[in-house]
């Protein structure tokens, strides 16, 4: 079992920077590859991007890409999503996702976190 919590969300404005953390509860968080997600209002919940459970490999949705950045620390349980240079389409829940290695599907979510961006 992963119980995941999500802090760091908040209001900014247009180009400003937040940066999310996901604290991990387990022994095993770090086998366990580690995903973000959004959901807009009225939007479907969409891929933003993932770390593997080393950090050797990250993969970003294009609408992210050299914006975005994740990292993990496997000794401090956690994973971290610094946005950079932020648009108002970025207005959304993030949340934290983890899944071991050989599925294809999440497991276990956080809670979310709130991210506004005022144009």
């Known amino acids: 079992q992963v119980q995941l919590v999500e802090s760091g969300g908040g209001l900014v404005q247009a180009g400003g920077s937040l940066r999310l953390s996901c604290a991990a509860s387990?022994?095993?968080?770090?086998?366990?590859?580690m995903g973000w997600f959004r959901q807009a209002p009225g939007k479907e919940r969409e891929f933003v991007g993932r770390?593997?459970?080393?950090?050797?490999?990250?993969v970003y949705h294009d609408s992210v890409k050299g914006r975005f950045t994740i990292s993990r620390d496997n000794a401090k349980n956690t994973v971290w999503l610094q946005m950079n240079s932020l648009k108002p389409e970025d207005t959304a829940v993030y949340y934290c996702?983890?899944?071991?290695?050989?599925?294809?599907?999440?497991?276990?979510w956080g809670q979310g976190t709130q991210v506004t961006v005022s144009s």
């Open positions: 996702a983890a899944r071991v290695t050989t599925a294809l599907q999440y497991d276990y």
């Open positions: 770390i593997s459970w080393s950090g050797g490999s990250v």
């Open positions: 387990g022994r095993t968080f770090s086998s366990y590859v």
